[in-house]
């Protein structure tokens, strides 16, 4: 299992979907928040920013990614971390704790070359329909709350980060007999 330390996070560190703790619903994050899970948060953009940053992906081997949820560590927790990049190079962070999706679009869309996740190592295809726009609300690191609004690819990754933590997978939302099913009724991204 992953223990915060002095290394980097690393690929292998990450939990792969046929582990069952994936599967599991994380529980409610208590506040104030373990020195532990600040440690970890950290770990985790640093993981995330450097996945997407092409040359420190190659130098550490990872793959991109732009969000983890606790879980994925194997820590069972209600957290999760994003980090999007809003423009060449630039990204913003976004950690949350006890999240819960408040409100949505009618609108849904889907990636068009299909969602991934750090924890599913295979290919694989199909649509997961998303909506367009989200709002959540959770809690920051020291127990404020806060509301969060996302569009386009970033509610998706609200939305994808979300279902880790009731052991929700992406490629659970695949039909596997009719993986685009319904595509026109979805907007592509
Ligand atoms: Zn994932």
């Not at 994936?22 to 450097?50: G, W």
């Not at 924890?119 to 609300?137: D, F, L, M, Q, W």
């Not at 386009?152 to 695949?174: C, S």
């Not at 007999?177 to 595509?183: G, I, R, S, T």
Request: charged share 35%.
């Amino acid at each position: 299992m992953y223990q915060s330390g002095d290394s980097m996070l690393k690929m292998n560190d990450i939990l792969d979907e046929k582990d069952k703790r994936l599967r599991e619903k994380s529980e409610e994050v208590t506040f104030p928040l373990k020195e532990e899970y600040k440690k970890v948060i950290k770990d985790m953009i640093e993981f995330l920013t450097n996945s997407q940053i092409e040359e420190l992906a190659e130098k550490y081997d990872l793959r991109p990614g732009m969000g983890l949820a606790a879980v994925q560590l194997g820590i069972k927790k209600r957290f999760f971390v994003i980090v999007h990049e809003y423009d060449d190079g630039k990204f913003d962070n976004y950690v949350i704790f006890n999240p819960k999706l408040v409100s949505n679009s009618e609108e849904m869309i889907y990636v068009g070359e299909g969602e991934g996740c750090l924890s599913i190592n295979r290919k694989t295809c199909g649509i997961v329909p998303r909506y367009a726009r989200v709002t959540v609300e959770g809690y920051d690191e020291n127990g404020t709350p806060i509301r969060i609004r996302a569009r386009e690819e970033l509610a998706i990754a609200f939305q994808h980060e979300l279902d880790h933590l009731d052991g929700i997978l992406f490629i659970d939302k695949i039909d596997p007999k009719n993986p685009f099913k319904n595509k026109e009724l979805y907007r592509e991204i």
